[in-house]
């Protein structure tokens, strides 16, 4: 692993770029073979309960 890191340094956002591209080719390829299963349903924001940490606390 060191033999890679050694010839250029790479700073971070440029190494999350790389990192980024990588998934997103295995998504690519991953996803031809299985389809589209890795989408999750969306919920409802509304049916979050509310923070009623103030009201717990006796907060002002």
């Keep these: 692993m060191s ?3 050694q010839p250029k340094k790479v700073s971070l956002a440029e ?3 790389q990192k980024l ?7 690519q390829q991953q996803g031809t ?3 589209n299963q890795s ?3 969306l919920k409802s924001q ?3 309960k509310p923070n009623n940490q ?6 002002s």
Aim: net charge positive; aromatic share 0%; hydrophobic share 20%.
């Design 3 to 5: 033999d890679q890191q």
């Design 15 to 17: 190494a999350m770029k």
């Design 21 to 27: 591209a990588e998934k997103k080719q295995q998504a």
């Design 33 to 35: 073979a299985k389809g």
């Design 39 to 41: 989408t999750k349903v």
């Design 46 to 48: 509304n049916t979050k």
């Design 54 to 59: 103030r009201r717990r606390t006796g907060g």
